[in-house]
């Protein structure tokens, strides 16, 4: 047997994926661990349901990946300090290094009053809801007829294009801290709801927010045009229903119909201002209350906080001098109490900036974090890689374990599922179902 290098990645979404890869081509021995069935992460369950031909790429390239010499796949696996697998423990089976690509698993809240009321909910659970990530997609959500979504991003789009065209909401209304012109969702995404744009309440509030524009040296109507560049390019409506901003709002609160569900919400009215030139959201102390039925927050995401690595902000705690930087980037974990590295561990995509880019920008960042991995093992001697303990560990789990081989099969299942039913895609809706697939044809 050959000597090589051993190491673990945690995480099969496109950061982990591709940096599998690049570390398989480097010569180590590789296995990827993932919590969920499938691999691809936000890639399967992040990206809007009717993006077939986007998705199927995907998916391909990820079995190509699995297929690649000196890689390994377990599915149904969780990794973290409560989990079926520590970090000590993942040592212990040999592991040299850990590569930790497991994305921003923690939920992002603002620590508002209501949030736990029926009908108030964060974007993360509702996006894997309609993709149908399992348990999410068994819990029951409850939108009635208006909703408001706090954000001002492409899942902001997301969600409002999901509670008109599936949920059937009749009104959605994007609650923004700041103003026009801070929008942050792409062109291409507005084009699948802007044809619900209520054009006439987009004038009246770019009429409102007009002078704190123009005071901070804005042109309402650039900002306005930029967010009506869709229109040429725009999907035809689906339903009645229509969408709306809300500028220059925080939320503070949302209120109870006495009976456990979310009535309405506080808004503080805010003020722009210009600070060492990026534009900022102030609070005035004028607040309001809207009424709503659901409130939905596109707020980004944090990294899970009982992971079992030191957390700052919404990340996992980076060495602030890197031994092995990429691009001039950190991607080694640290711990900011000890003020010390921890030497065989490394984080990559969401895990190491949460909520930032979705498939390039993981995939870019898998890569670069697997190359300054392979920076640290080029400090170690390579072994003679024995997956006996790893194998033995496993085991012990009592639950069944998912390789690529089962994955390649779930894949033609469900293929198969989805021609016989006539529809484009389909997908089982529960673990136990996708388990019992794969033992089907075992």
Known sequence: MSESYYVAVVGAGPAGMFAARELARAGAQVAIFNRDIKPGGLAEY??????HAMKHG?????????????????????????????????????????LVTAGAQGTKWLDLPGETLTGVYH??????????????SQKKFVFGKKAAVVGAGNVMLDIARFL??????????????????????????????????????LDEEIERVAPQMRAIGQDP????????????????????????????????????????????????DNALLLKDGEVKARGT?????????????????????????????????????????????????????????????FVAGWSRQASTGLVGYARKDGTNGSKALVQYLQTLQPIQVESNLLEARLKQLGKPLVTRNDI?????????????RGAESFKFNSNEEMLEAIMSVG
């Open 46 to 51: 992040g990206i809007y349901p009717d993006k």
């Open 221 to 268: 109507q650039e900002a306005k045009n930029n967010i009506l560049e869709a229109l040429p390019k725009a999907y035809p409506p689906v339903s009645l229903a229509h969408f709306r901003f809300e500028f220059l709002a925080s939320p503070t609160g949302m209120r109870s119909d006495g009976s456990g569900a979310v009535s309405s919400i506080d808004l503080e």
């Open 408 to 420: 390649r099969n779930l894949h033609v299942i469900e293929q198969y599922e989805a021609h016989k």
């Open 285 to 345: 102390g004028k607040s309001r209350t809207m009424a709503f039925d659901s409130v939905i927050f596109a707020i980004g995401d944090k990294v899970d906080d009982t992971f079992g690595l030191p957390v700052q902000g919404t990340e996992f705690a980076k060495n602030p001098a890197p031994r092995f930087p990429v691009d001039g980037i950190s991607y080694e974990a640290y711990d900011p109490e000890a003020k010390s590295v921890i030497p065989d561990i």
């Open 58 to 98: 995907l998916r391909t390239q990820f079995q190509q990946i699995l297929d690649t010499p000196g890689i390994k796949y377990y599915g149904n696996i969780t990794i973290g300090a409560q989990a079926d697998l520590s970090l000590d423990d993942l040592r212990a089976c040999g592991f040299q290094a850990i």
């Open 164 to 201: 008109m065209q599936k949920a059937k909401v009749e009104e959605v209304v994007a609650i923004v801290r700041r103003g026009p012109a801070e929008v942050k969702f792409d062109k291409k995404e507005m084009e699948y709801i802007i044809s619900q744009l209520d054009q006439r309440a």
């Open 123 to 136: 974007a993360k659970d509702l996006v894997f809801h309609y993709n149908q990530l399992p348990p999410f």
